[in-house]
């Protein structure tokens, strides 16, 4: 083992450097084989014996030559804190011999990061301490018990700008006394009872503290200055030990230093105060510092008049030193009810209960009682004796602060503030109670005892500085021959009991929007009746106050930064502070409103510029259509709005009182199917500002036009059928129109009246209004046939329908014309027609559908959706062609161009014939 620690122990010494050591074992061997074996000068390690145990040395030194390279990468240095500057450290280059190793004609040292408590010398590697001093404290402030404190740097090592090898260098950092032991509190405290018992100890929490580490921390306690009352027992917990008895009454606190020393060299002390409070035990009685006293009273002495004021003395504290007086057994009742005694306080006064028989001397025997102890004993002997002739003499004591008689009194002093006190002497009672103060000042007398002999000079009222601050108070007492008067100066000193008062509460303003920035608002004063700095006012915003609005500290001019607009915010309310610059300071609020005043610079806003309206026509007159919409966020006049009709449009009329659009006449939607027009709203500002919108009214169609039969033309009409007619064909035909739309328009044609050889022989299409032959014509069949037709449309609610008679004569010629007139001219009988429901699908039985129930709802569907087209392009249609009249549009586009049928008239047939 020892030749094993041995072993590295030389290795270290070799630096870990294979050919370096190798070197170093020739130079050194030689030495040893020569007999030279003094190992502990070669390798400094001390080790004697026999020379084949020095071989045995020598070969274990030649095995350690064969550690790897690379233990030789780090290295360890020791160097104490606060070293000056330039203290080598360590030399890496001779620490690592490098230089043998490698061969390279310039070697340079790097430090990975620069420290700057350490510097290496790049061309020696030498290792040094700089003007920064090194701080074991501050560089390890918190270390495991044990462990040193140490700094690692990682140093590169260059050949030729080109790295080489990497060394780990480790600073232990040595630790100096450098810091004293200190106390955390510099005064402390500990109460020892006056009882406590010689020995006894008393332990105390207060510890020091020292930053340095090991024998250079704190290693003890002492006291000094402890006059060998206390001592102290240094120990994990430091106790003071009572030497000597203590007596609260000959002293009741020590005043000890108390040290703590480190193990340093030169050590380091710490000191704090340590005060040794003597708690009070109940070990005294009361005594008298006499036993006797002799006084002399005069015979007119006034009632209530102190005799003497008794002092007993127990030097205990507290409830350990409270004393009762009484009288003792043997006092005659005469005397106590003579003189009276405070049991409390000692004090005996002169009861004026005396007469003639009055005995001149009185022997008071008093005792003064304390807890647990016999009573302390003092004999008075009062003598009443008859005085000579005294003037009245009065005499002041200063209460208050007073310099020069002149007493300084605080304007907020309470009331019954005493100031002064006022003894009066008057042996021979000449004053008789004539005792007052002049004037009208805010003071008054206050009896102090009762006897009347002194008097307290008390406030009587508020006083305030800004009111008056000085006042002179005499004094006068009266007696029988002089008047006797005492004068008193009061000087009262100001104090900040004045807020500041605004001028006006709230300030109300209103201001014009559109503003300039920077404008100026108001000026806000506020007065405090104070002096001096209590006086001086300084204005400040509130928190709820917007960051657009300022106020300049002293003078209280209140500004804008920006530019107001009502119509975002019309109205401003905040706090403003007036605070003086008394101790406290006092402050005062306000209230500011800012009314934003309105300017006409918004124009008029219809809620959409294309308002859209359907009406039914005949919809009544002045009857509402729809509203519209329109805002101005201005205010008053700049927001009243007027809506009107621009181009003069005479079937409508704006009703500005409720915003709606009226129309002003019956609308006809055969004459037109819409109306378009514009509206202007103008507000009420100066100048006004305007808006327009476009309006756009749709008439919608109701079922107010029954059918108009065309053809034929009258009921006189007649058309010949020829008997050669066949089964089936078309006979006749009805023209009709109906100048509604939609499903108003939509007609059916049924027979409800007939007449004839054989009435049931024509039929009719109810959709087309075709009258067809039904069955075969036979010469019983020939004659005058008179066909009531119902033209009807299905218009809702109501359908509407015309009457027309349709002639029908059968026969190959017309041979009596007038026979023919007169048929057509008398009345006619029909015969009994049954009558069957509107047939409500005329147009699907032209086109063969089945008119069952289900379909219904579908063929209503399909002239709906029919409808909505026809109209949508009766809009556009109408958009691009000029209007004409309606009633002609329609004759020209339903009655037929070509008629084949020749309906006969009377006019006609008298121009045929």
Known sequence: IKSRNFCYTAALTLSYTAEASTLFLISRLKFLLVGTMDLKSIFCVDFTGSVLQRYTCILLILSCHKIPRSLAKELEYNVQENEDDGVLIGNIANDINLAMDVECDLLAYKLMKEMEYVMLKSESGELYTTKQRIDRETLCPIEIHGSPCSQEVDVIILCANQYLQMVKVKIIILDVNDNAPHFEEEVMELAIPENAAVGTSYPIDYFATDNDDGKNSIQKYYLDSSQNVFGLKNGETPSIVVLQSLDREIKDMYEIKIIAMDGGTPPLTGTATLLINVQDVNDNCPLFNTTEFVFQIPENMSADSVVTQLHAIDADLGLNAEITYSYGTR???????LFNLDSATGLITFSGNQSPATQPEH??????NGPGCAPAIVQITVVIIHNKNYDPKLEISYIANQVDGVIFLKETAPVNTPIALLEVSDPDHYLKGSLYIIGNVPFYLKPYERAGKKHLIVTSQHLDYELENQYEITIKAEDPHNIHELTILVQITDENDNTPQFHQSPFEISVEENNEPGALLLKIFAADADSGQ????AYHLGPDAPTIFSIEQFTGILTVSTTLDREREKLYTFTVYAIDHGTPPRRKSTIVIIHVLDQNDNVPSFLTNDYTFFIPENFPSHGEIGVINVTDLDAGLNGHIIVSILNGSRDFLMDNTRGTLRCNSSVDRERNTMHVFWVEAVDGGQPSLSAIAKITVFVLDINDNAPIVLLPQSNASWLLVPPNTPQGASVAEIYAVDYDTGINAVMTFNIVGRNGPAPHIFGINAATGNIT???KLLHKDYGLYQLLVKVSDLGQPQPLHSMIMVNLFVNETVSNKSYLEALLH????????????????????????PCSPPVIPIAVAMIVVSVIFLTIALYMLLSMRKKTKRKELYKDAQIPLKINLDYYTKDWNDAQL
Do not use: R
């Not at 006092?331 to 009810?337: A, C, G, L, R």
């Not at 022997?363 to 003064?368: F, W």
């Not at 209590?534 to 006012?537: D, I, M």
């Open 773 to 775: 032959l039904q069955e």
């Open 331 to 337: 006092v005659q009742d005469i005397s106590k009810k």
């Open 363 to 368: 022997k008071l025997t008093v005792l003064a």
């Open 826 to 849: 008398s009345q006619t009988v029909f015969a009994e027609e049954k009558q069957t429901e509107p047939n409500p699908c005329p147009l699907l039985q032209t086109l063969d559908f």
């Open 534 to 537: 209590n006086g001086k006012v």
